[in-house]
Nanobody
Framework: QVQLVESGGGLVQAGGSLRLSCAAS????????MGWYRQTPGKQRELVAG???????NYVDSVKGRFTISRDNAKNTVYLQMNSLKTEVTAVYYCNEALSPFGYWGQGTQVTVSS
């Protein structure tokens, strides 16, 4: 059974950085494209960054140049390095399969950016 455990969120001032981690289990991690999603109250969850099983990456325009997604297949972990944080990125962040999300979602990790 798939399990996704996100961590690394917190409260940070605008301009600061955070590194999110997502540990996956119960799947053959290396074959999947993985992504980081975010959700704010009243809005749908949106994909902000994705990485293919070959390591190609893509980002939503609003985070390009500031966020970097990476993966470590040996650790079944996907990361999101978030730099130059802005208040508008405040959300709960989740990881999941980037093309066709698994039915299971982890608890997410809260990122709060203060001005």
């Amino acid at each position: 059974q798939v399990q996704l455990v996100e961590s690394g969120g917190g409260l940070v001032q605008a301009g600061g950085s955070l590194r999110l981690s997502c540990a996956a289990s119960g799947i053959l991690f290396r074959i999947y494209a993985m992504g980081w999603y975010r959700q704010t109250p009243g809005k749908q969850r949106e994909l902000v960054a994705g990485i293919t099983n070959a390591g190609s990456t893509n980002y939503v325009d609003s985070v390009k140049g500031r966020f970097t997604i990476s993966r470590d297949n040996a650790k079944n972990t996907v990361y999101l390095q978030m730099n130059s944080l802005k208040t508008e990125v405040t959300a709960v962040y989740y990881c999941n399969e980037a093309l066709s999300p698994f039915g299971y979602w982890g608890q997410g990790t809260q990122v709060t950016v203060s001005s």
